[in-house]
């Protein structure tokens, strides 16, 4: 049975032969590093990805000079590129649904508590889900962070996260799907109190292994 960990490691690899495939049919006179920057990884796992992708014949590698090769996504790989969005679209729509549910229960009783000054952490497509989450229980942010100032996220200011303390919130939605717990160690780290951080997915437990535990315990007992 697939571990929670691998799942999600699979989940990226197929967000990433995904966008690979989609990009080198929109322009197949990209080169390793135009993709590699494209998909924001080392160049190094660019060109694994390359090779697997040729391996399973989705692409082919067409020499166009002594030292310039072109990548060309195959009628094969057209076809595996609408499998996998038609996958990724259901993985999606999963995906949001049980985020939707999760913050919207965070939110209701949160709501019974006496909590409604919600700032919101995030610009991008999870932080419109918890726009939306909160506009569902007729509530307004009070107030948009990211890491830097940015312009305006649904018509409100974006403001960096170090005025934070000026801004009076009693939760602060960090709108990310990442279940690492990275990001929220980041604002705990730029003083944001724990207590006032609510992420949109719980974070991932991770479990320790019998065999280590077991150890451990020795250990401890040894001491």
């Known amino acids: ?6 799942r999600q490691g699979s989940e990226i690899e197929v967000r990433r032969e995904l966008r690979l495939l989609e990009a080198l049919e929109g322009d197949h006179r990209l080169t390793q590093r135009n993709l590699s920057t494209k998909l924001g990884v080392a160049l190094g796992l660019t060109n694994l990805y390359l ?4 391996g399973k014949g989705y692409i082919k590698c067409v020499n166009v000079r002594h030292n ?3 990548y060309l996504i195959t009628p094969k790989g057209v076809a595996e590129k609408a499998r996998l969005t038609y996958e990724f679209m259901e993985y999606s729509l999963r995906l949001y649904r049980k985020t939707r549910e999760h913050l919207r229960a965070v939110l209701e009783a949160g709501v019974r508590d006496g ?6 952490y995030g610009t991008g497509e999870p932080a419109e889900l918890a726009y939306l989450s909160l506009k569902e229980l007729g509530l307004e942010p009070v107030a ?9 996220f649904l ?3 974006v403001r960096p ?3 934070h303390a000026s801004v009076v919130f009693d939760l602060m939605i960090v709108a990310t799907l990442d279940r690492s717990g990275a990001l929220v160690a980041e604002l705990m780290d730029a003083g944001v109190p724990e207590a006032k951080l ?3 997915r719980p974070p991932v437990r991770r479990t320790i292994p019998a065999r280590t535990a077991t150890r451990s315990r020795r250990q401890r007992v040894a001491r």
């Open 1 to 6: 049975m697939a571990t929670r960990a691998s």
């Open 144 to 152: 948009v962070f990211d890491r830097a100032s940015s312009g305006e």
């Open 161 to 163: 996260v170090a005025e």
């Open 51 to 54: 090779k697997r992708l040729i």
């Open 115 to 120: 909590c409604r000054a919600v700032a919101i």
């Open 198 to 200: 609510c992420s949109l």
């Open 68 to 70: 310039r090769v072109r």
């Open 155 to 157: 018509g409100m200011p």
